[in-house]
T-cell receptor, first 112, second 113 residues
Framework: AQKVTQAQTEISVVEKEDVTLDCVYE???????LFWYKQPPSGELVFLIR??????QNEISGRYSWNFQKSTSSFNFTITASQVVDSAVYFCAVNTGNQFYFGTGTSLTVIP | DAGVTQSPTHLIKTRGQQVTLRCSPKSGHDTVSWYQQALGQGPQFIFQYYEEEERQRGNFPDRFSGHQFPNYSSELNVNALLLGDSALYLC????????????FGPGTRLTVT
């Protein structure tokens, strides 16, 4: 069975601090895809990144970076120099067999 | 370029009633997926439509059914509503049934009383 665990329910940081959101996944499939989505208060999930199980290279996009470690089944997301606009709920998801399985999300509040 | 649109935005129904939610995919997308998101939870996959057929289904009862039209838009129908069906229903579209990034609509907030 597929499962995604986001142990951090809520995180608060002061603006300009760095913050890391943890994601641990479970799957028996050897081919799978990992995703991060952002859900602002408006409710619409926004795609951030996709990673396949064969590519363990870390990725950086502006203030965002992702660390994929297959050995620990983790796909963590770091925001550098956080901003108030980063406040949202962030979801990690795994796609196997063309189905998405989402975690329960981490609510991030960035305090000005 | 219009993104994914959903209607209505909010809906209040009584237990036992039936409801239909609608979704128009992003331009160029042919695959529509539906999710249920309960308060404080992550989206739960209901089903996916491609070429007017249900291609994948999550762990939801038969009370949940859907349809996809030739223009790729889709409907989600829920019969015999239960209080537990109260949730945000999200529609997502993608350019195929594979593990592609999905583009989500703003959702329909369904309240069952």
């Amino acid at each position: 069975a597929q499962k995604v665990t986001q142990a951090q329910t809520e995180i608060s940081v002061v603006e300009k601090e760095d913050v890391t959101l943890d994601c641990v996944y479970e799957t028996r499939d050897t081919t799978y895809y990992l995703f991060w989505y952002k859900q602002p208060p408006s409710g619409e999930l926004v795609f951030l990144i996709r990673r396949n199980s064969f590519d363990e290279q870390n990725e950086i996009s502006g203030r965002y970076s992702w660390n994929f470690q297959k050995s620990t089944s983790s796909f963590n997301f770091t925001i550098t120099a956080s901003q108030v606009v980063d406040s949202a709920v962030y979801f990690c998801a795994v796609n196997t067999g063309n189905q998405f399985y989402f975690g329960t999300g981490t609510s991030l509040t960035v305090i000005p | 370029d219009a993104g994914v649109t959903q209607s209505p935005t909010h809906l209040i129904k009584t237990r036992g009633q039936q409801v239909t939610l609608r979704c128009s995919p992003k331009s160029g997308h042919d695959t529509v997926s539906w999710y249920q998101q309960a308060l404080g939870q992550g989206p739960q996959f209901i089903f996916q439509y491609y070429e007017e057929e249900e291609r994948q289904r999550g762990n939801f009862p038969d009370r949940f059914s859907g349809h996809q039209f030739p223009n790729y838009s889709s409907e989600l129908n829920v019969n015999a509503l239960l209080l537990g069906d109260s949730a945000l229903y999200l529609c997502a579209s993608s350019g195929g049934t594979g593990p592609y990034e999905q583009y989500f609509g703003p959702g329909t907030r369904l309240t069952v009383t």
